[in-house]
């Protein structure tokens, strides 16, 4: 077909092309907040994420406080290494950086390139070299504290899982240290109340139930609308059709109402219902379809040998209908693992009860607005879990869009 | 942990108890109600048959009713009343509505992405289904593209915030206006504008969708319609827009109304990106405003929601209805 459709080759690299930079410009927002979720969160400030595998410059200040002052005639000397100073020592305990140039102000931390002198502000001289190795000179007597230098140095790339740690157990570093001194284990840091790690434990609490609960509800109502012979069917399959599009936003006032008056109030219980009864319309309909399209004649010839309707039901049409219930399982299970609207009105309102998606929304948006690496961590805990699922279970997601809207 | 043992309880208690339900129902219908023997046998083994599929609807029909047809009518109901819900104030919640300029702001901010995401998502998958039909790695393609579909509407929200920035350090789109000597700007700022930028997220996310059912129908085209337009000596465009896109038209349709659907419900992505701020106010995200605080003006808004989606409910009953025949 390719060759006799006239396309030249031209046309063909014209398509690969296309479609390589649609690709690309699909992935790159993904991508971007990906690689970011393992940067170092000074780094992220300080270069873009497609930066990320080059080394970033860095401004510190320390103070030139490691060497001992000797006196050279009339003036002060003092040697030692920036990086061995006390206030920057911990930052650079890897030993990889260089420095690329220095200063003496906060208004020009990086007035002279490394290796060349600069001047003091008491008229003495300055010199950095790239290793971190540094002199400098002075007329009047040091004190202890010794000059204050600023320095850019070129800062290796600093991958880390420590924004993943610091979300899920809402410690930062340095405290989950002292909890392991302590004698805690990792498990117990990771059940930490305020952690994310409970948020993902909550949304699989949420999710699970919800998704299968539904299935078997469906699953016999779609057979007696596909198999079962009554007055009133085709009336049952256009409500059903009709209930598919109703806004959700209608339910949620009347229902939580209802909830609170039969004593469920926001609750796991109330919201599994809720995304019971949200999710059948969906499940009947793309059932009922697959099912109406299994040969008859198996169905019939079971009936002649004399077996019942639940016996046709569960022995022969449910495990025919593997691919149609996996298909709906997924369509459930990634729609209540990312909603946020029915969780955040049908759960309670504190940190403890929220799932991944209300947690981030309105919990971390707000309080770690800026600080992207946390950010970009919490995105990807609640995005791995429906991805992963995505990319294995593909074959039955697609087949189920088909079934549900091509005809 | 006890919300986890909750949820393995429900669990097994929502299984069972569905099995045990429909198991023990369909027993004592056959042995108890009716039983297929004695002088009645014939009668009572029909009488069997005509209540059988209402004992496999009943669960639905009854989680159904109070879930999604009991909400209808009690929001119509709630949103005649006043805050507290004890008084009936007729259309008043509705007069206010429409006297509220946010709430037209919502409405026509609404109306602009049920216009452009739909279209622009439906042709975006239009084309890639298109571009990668013959091509070598087409299923690689198409599969990461398909992958945002996975992705919540509030971590693709993020994943957007993070590609809008401000920073030219941290934003790619403010980075290459920085390449360009732009100055840096916040694109969910801009009036009028960000509502596109925000409606671009739901794009990347819905174009997986069309493409994926495209697709299956641009393969479903019979070959003999495409090979006597290339004898026939059309060009690929033509090929395209004349031979295929007419063919694929229902499906075409199938996908633009689902997409739409979905657009009048998502409040997700204007709720994290800017709270409705600066102009982007859209229906589900105002009715978010009200919730918890004033029911009667909330289900207002939902009510209007459920209007405008009523031609779409009504075109999908008449679809269905034409299948069944």
Redesign the interface.
């Known amino acids: 077909?390719?060759n006799?459709?006239?396309?030249s080759s031209g046309?063909k690299w014209a398509?690969?092309i296309?479609?390589?930079l649609?690709?690309i410009a699909?992935?790159?927002?993904?991508v971007?907040?990906f690689v970011?979720s393992f940067r170092d969160r000074d780094q992220?400030?300080?270069?873009?994420?497609?930066n990320a595998p080059f080394s970033v410059e860095l401004t510190y200040r320390t103070r030139a406080n490691d060497g001992e002052p000797v006196q050279e005639g009339d003036l002060w000397v003092v040697e030692g290494n920036i990086f061995a100073t006390s206030e920057v020592a911990e930052a650079f305990a890897s030993g990889e950086a260089s420095i690329t140039a220095f200063g003496v102000t906060g208004r020009e931390p990086t007035a002279y390139p490394a290796g060349t002198e600069g001047e003091t502000r008491d008229g003495g001289t300055l010199t950095v070299n790239a290793d971190g190795s540094y002199r400098y000179t002075t007329a009047e007597t040091p004190d202890d504290r010794g000059l204050r230098i600023y320095f850019g140095a070129a800062t290796p790339p600093d991958f880390t899982m420590d924004n993943y740690l610091t979300i899920l157990t809402a410690q930062t570093t340095e405290e989950r240290e002292e909890a392991y001194a302590e004698g805690q284990s990792f498990w117990e840091i990771l059940?930490d109340e305020n952690g994310v790690f409970r948020n993902f434990?909550?949304t699989?609490?949420v999710t699970?139930?919800s998704t299968?609960?539904p299935i078997?509800?469906?699953a016999?109502?779609a057979?007696?609308?596909a198999w079962?012979?009554?007055p009133g069917?085709?009336l049952?399959?256009?409500?059903?059709?009709?209930?598919?599009?109703?806004?959700?936003?209608?339910?949620?006032?009347?229902?939580l109402?209802?909830h609170n008056q039969i004593g469920i109030g926001q609750s796991?219980?109330g919201i599994?219902?809720?995304h019971?009864?949200?999710g059948?319309?969906l499940a009947?309909y793309l059932l009922r379809n697959y099912m109406v399209g299994l040969p008859r004649d198996i169905i019939e010839s079971a009936k002649v040998d004399g077996a019942?309707?639940?016996q046709i039901?569960t022995k022969i049409i449910l495990p025919l209908s593997f691919p149609a219930l996996a298909s709906f399982a997924i369509f459930q299970f990634?729609w209540t693992?990312?909603?946020?609207?029915v969780a955040?009105?049908f759960l309670p309102s504190d940190d403890a009860?929220k799932v991944m998606?209300v947690r981030?929304?309105d919990d971390l948006?707000g309080s770690r607005g800026g600080d992207?690496g946390i950010?970009?961590a919490a995105?990807f805990v609640?995005?791995a879990v429906?991805?992963l699922?995505?990319?294995t279970m593909?074959r039955y997601?697609?087949r189920g869009?088909?079934a549900g809207?091509?005809? | 942990m006890s919300p986890l043992l909750q949820g393995v309880i429900t669990i097994v208690v929502g299984v069972f108890g569905c099995v045990g339900y429909f198991y023990a129902a369909n027993l004592i219908l056959d042995k108890v109600i009716f039983p297929p023997r004695g002088p009645q046998a014939g009668r009572n083994i029909n009488r069997a048959t005509a209540v059988r599929p209402w004992l496999f609807l009943f669960p639905a029909i009854f989680a159904l009713s109070l879930y999604l047809v009991y909400p209808v009518i009690g929001s119509l109901w709630r949103s005649m009343h006043n805050r507290a819900g004890d008084e009936f104030i007729g259309l008043d919640n509705y007069g206010f509505l429409f006297g509220d300029p946010e709430f037209l702001q919502a409405l026509l901010n609404n109306a602009l992405w049920a216009l452009v995401v739909p279209a622009a998502a439906t042709f975006l998958g239009l084309l890639v289904a298109q571009l990668t039909d013959r091509l070598s790695w087409g299923n690689i393609a198409k599969s990461l593209i398909f992958m945002p579909m996975a992705i919540s509407f509030v971590g693709a929200s993020l994943i957007w915030k993070f590609v809008y920035a401000g920073d030219p350090d941290i934003g790619i789109i403010n980075a290459m206006r920085d390449v360009i000597g732009l100055d840096p700007m916040d694109p969910v700022q801009v009036p009028f504008w960000n509502n596109f930028f925000l409606m671009a997220i739901l794009v990347w996310i819905q174009t997986g969708f069309a493409m994926v059912i495209l697709s299956a129908a641009l393969r479903g085209i019979p070959e003999e319609t495409v090979e006597a337009a290339i004898i026939d000596g059309a060009n690929p465009f033509q090929l395209f827009f004349k031979i295929k896109v007419p063919q694929i038209m229902g499906t075409i349709v199938v996908v633009w109304t689902t997409i739409t659907i979905l657009v009048l419900k998502v409040f997700d992505i204007v709720y994290t990106m800017t709270g409705g701020n600066f102009g982007t106010q859209i229906l589900p995200s105002y009715m978010m405003s009200f919730m918890f605080r004033d029911d009667g003006r909330a289900t207002a808004v939902a009510v209007v929601i459920m209007i405008v989606v009523l031609p779409v409910m009504i075109w999908n009953i008449r679809q269905a209805q034409k299948e069944m025949r």
């Open positions: 077909m390719d006799i459709a006239g396309k046309l398509v690969n296309s479609v390589a649609l690709v699909w992935l790159i927002p993904t971007g907040l970011s992220i400030t300080a270069s873009g994420w497609w059940s434990i909550n699989f609490t699970i139930p299968i609960i078997l509800i469906a016999f109502a057979y007696a609308l079962m012979d009554f069917r085709g049952l399959i256009a409500c059903i059709v009709g209930l598919l599009v109703v806004p959700l936003q209608l339910a949620l006032v009347p229902l109402n209802l796991f219980v599994w219902l809720a019971t009864g949200f059948l319309p009947i019942t309707d639940f039901f990634l693992w990312n909603d946020l609207l955040k009105v009860s998606t981030i929304a948006l992207w950010l970009a995105a609640s995005i429906p991805v699922v995505f990319f593909q997601l697609v869009l088909l809207s091509v005809k």
